[in-house]
């Protein structure tokens, strides 16, 4: 494989549970990033391929995403990034700036801003589009820690009618 290319993936087990009822399912999630200089890098992603899931006697589908992104290293500790992600199943669109500073080889500090995308520029009433912080838009933040191929991610982001959420991911290159 090139070394200018990575391709990963991860199965997902998943349960839901509302008081006394339980709805289990799985999914897939792939994606692949190439670098295209030494300064610039494209990915593409797709999350939660799977089948539907049943709760209760109603299915419904997982909340399929597609996302493309671009990062720049402004200079070897800076970088910037963006992503564009749509899920078809609720036809969602969102788009996300970042950035991410590595004082140290071994930490990384991020921080970014999500808000909702539509369909054009303006909206149907031809109003520029209402992207104010709320709980759907707005900054989020985290780090990571690698240390001898193992990686620690924690976020802080918005997510939708949730609220803020937190995220830990461990992952490690075998």
Request: hydrophobic fraction near 40%; aromatic fraction near 10%; avoid cysteine.
């Amino acid at each position: 494989m090139n070394l200018n290319m990575q391709v990963g993936g991860s199965v997902k087990l998943l349960r839901q549970t509302i008081a006394d009822e339980t709805a289990d399912g799985m999914a897939l999630d792939i994606g692949g990033m190439r670098k295209i200089s030494g300064k610039f890098s494209m990915g593409l992603s797709v999350k939660n391929l799977g089948p539907k899931m049943k709760f209760i006697e109603e299915k419904y589908s997982l909340p399929l995403s597609i996302t493309t992104g671009a990062a720049y290293s402004v200079i070897g500790v800076f970088n910037l990034a963006l992503d564009i992600s749509y899920e078809p199943v609720d036809k969602k669109k969102t788009i996300s700036l970042g950035t991410e500073f590595m004082p140290m080889g071994f930490l990384a500090l991020r921080a970014g801003y999500l808000f909702q995308a539509v369909d054009t520029i303006y909206n149907s009433n031809g109003n520029l589009p209402n992207n104010k912080i709320s709980g759907s838009n707005g900054f989020g933040g985290g780090l990571g820690i690698k240390v001898f191929g193992y990686n620690l991610d924690y976020a802080i982001v918005p997510y939708s009618d949730i609220g803020i959420t937190q995220r830990i991911s461990f992952n490690m290159k075998i």
